[in-house]
């Protein structure tokens, strides 16, 4: 499995924008990057997903880069409940499963 | 709508007890999930199910049974409780079919201790 490289923690004041990175140099051709992230006491949540154009929804944006090997995650106006850590995860279509394998993700702070 | 619904939300056992995790989901999802997360640490999966009647291992099956008799429900079971099985315990379940652009939808966990 494709293997994701992301920063430990990261800092943000309130309404800010954040730029939340993640390295998958491994990455193939058919594996699609999926965001999520995980509020204290709480299950993951699902965030986002693309493949090879940025996309976006209410949540925030992903902007992947032209060679597929780097990914960026947007927060547009950072909220304190935006502080949670965050999760990139490349999921390659297995046959009839939808595993997910998860790193240590990027803790972020918010800061009032 | 519930989503996926985990019981109990804390558990407290004692070495060598069994109990039963229960996850349910109201979306009818093939693909449902159990994971474990150890403070610090990512999930790992458990076991997994994509669809009634199949199950499969995850990444540390060791200690866990799983059955899937129901498209709803996908119990997870500890036969000899260990101490090293204290965790937090997630569930997920989604659409299915492995494309691999289907979101995952969690449950928001069964804190066990075991002592």
């Known amino acids: 499995d494709a293997k994701t490289t992301q920063p430990n923690s990261m800092e943000s004041n309130e309404e800010e924008p954040v730029h939340l990175p993640c390295n998958h140099s491994?990455?193939?051709?058919?594996?699609?990057i999926h965001w999520y992230r995980q509020l204290p006491s709480q299950g993951p949540e699902y965030v986002i997903h693309?493949?090879?154009s940025n996309v976006n929804n209410r949540m925030a944006s992903l902007a992947i880069a032209e060679d597929r090997k780097s990914s960026t995650l947007i927060l547009h106006r950072a909220t304190l409940r935006d502080a949670a850590v965050y999760y990139c995860?490349?999921?390659?279509?297995?046959?009839?499963?939808?595993?997910?394998?998860f790193g240590t993700g990027t803790r972020l702070q918010v800061f009032p | 709508n519930a989503g996926v619904t985990q019981t109990p939300k804390f558990q407290v056992l004692k070495t060598g007890q069994s109990m039963t995790l229960q996850c349910a989901q109201d979306?009818?999802?093939?693909?449902m999930s159990w994971y474990r997360q150890d403070p610090g640490m990512g999930l790992r999966l458990i076991h997994y199910?994509?669809?009634?009647?199949?199950?499969d291992q995850g990444e540390v099956p060791n200690g866990y049974n799983v059955s899937r008799s129901t498209t709803e429900d996908f119990p997870l079971r500890l036969l000899s409780a260990a101490p090293s099985q204290t965790s937090v315990y997630f569930c997920?379940?989604?659409?299915?079919?492995?494309?691999?652009?289907?979101?995952?939808?969690f449950g928001d966990g069964t804190r066990l201790s075991i002592l």
């Open positions: 979306m009818n999802h093939e693909y």
């Open positions: 199910s994509v669809g009634a009647g199949i199950t």
């Open positions: 997920a379940s989604s659409i299915g079919g492995g494309e691999g652009n289907q979101p995952q939808h």
């Open positions: 491994t990455i193939s051709g058919t594996d699609y």
């Open positions: 995860i490349l999921r390659a279509p297995f046959y009839n499963t939808d595993k997910l394998i």
């Open positions: 693309g493949l090879t």
